[in-house]
Nanobody, 122 residues
Framework: VQLQASGGGLVQAGGSLRLSCAAS????????LGWFRQAPGKERESVAA????????YYADSVKGRFTISRDNAKNTVYLQMNSLKPEDTAVYYC????????????????WGQGTQVTVSS
């Protein structure tokens, strides 16, 4: 599976961005999907995850109520809508896929995208 993340950029605090991650190579609808981020000098953090069907979603407390993960299995794409962005959201964001469903944000993933930079200015 190849994952290609896009949509990052520079935004002011309070603004919004929508990240996309396009997948290719295997049956997308049978992959659990997640978004992670890593800020300079910090460990990688799981941000959100979504089940095969898209009905079940999971979020880190730090983004709950501001970020929304969704997927379009017909387009082989997973999204992360980020609203009310804060400077502490600044990081490289990665999408990931696993050959199993997800039931939390705490999973090991099998495939990773290349990352897209999100910078939130104060």
């Amino acid at each position: 599976v190849q994952l290609q993340a896009s949509g990052g950029g520079l935004v002011q605090a309070g603004g919004s961005l929508r990240l996309s991650c396009a997948a290719s190579g295997r049956t997308f609808s049978r992959f659990g999907l997640g978004w992670f981020r890593q800020a300079p000098g910090k460990e990688r953090e799981s941000v959100a995850a979504i089940s095969w069907s898209g009905y079940n979603t999971y979020y880190a407390d730090s983004v709950k109520g501001r970020f929304t993960i969704s997927r379009d299995n017909a387009k082989n794409t997973v999204y992360l809508q980020m609203n009310s962005l804060k400077p502490e959201d600044t990081a490289v964001y990665y999408c990931a896929a696993r050959v199993a469903d997800v039931v939390s944000i705490l999973h090991q993933y099998d495939y990773w995208g290349q990352g897209t930079q999100v910078t939130v200015s104060s």
